[in-house]
């Protein structure tokens, strides 16, 4: 097993021994001397900065799964309502479902805008 040429020339570049232990020894291999010495041990337990990236990332988790069920809780409108079950009927006709789409329809329609009625009344009482 050979070495390539141009790890040889890195190391030269980067003023890196290329011959004996890993303190450059050459004459006794179980003289480390001169080794260079490894990076100091991370802290023990969290820091600061470490607590406050995960304080944020947990709130940025929170905000995030409150606003899909916000999103997923949300009413349809009137149009999407209808569009919701056209699609509905034509998938339950080409399976050969025999559903009453219409007078679901019509109900869920009058309840809506029942509701958007009161919601009109409520703001220009309190105007």
């Known amino acids: 097993m050979s070495i390539p040429a141009d790890h040889f020339q890195v190391c030269k570049a980067a003023g890196k021994p290329t011959e004996g232990n890993a303190a450059a020894n050459t ?3 179980l003289d480390l001397t001169g080794v260079p010495k490894s ?8 820091t600061a900065r470490g607590i406050v990236a995960m304080v944020f990332s947990a709130i940025s988790g929170i905000l995030g799964i409150t606003v899909i069920a916000w999103y997923g809780m ?3 409108s009137v149009e999407e309502q209808k ?6 009927a ?3 006709a080409a399976g ?3 559903i009453d789409f219409e007078n679901e329809t019509a109900a869920s329609t009058t309840a809506t805008e029942t509701r958007e ?3 009109r009344h409520e703001r220009g009482s309190g105007q």
């Open 74 to 76: 949300g009413e349809l």
């Open 96 to 98: 050969g479902n025999s």
């Open 90 to 92: 034509a998938a339950a």
């Open 27 to 29: 004459q006794d291999f």
């Open 83 to 88: 569009k919701v079950m056209a699609e509905t």
């Open 117 to 119: 009625e009161r919601q």
């Open 39 to 46: 990076p100091k041990p991370l802290p023990a337990g969290f």
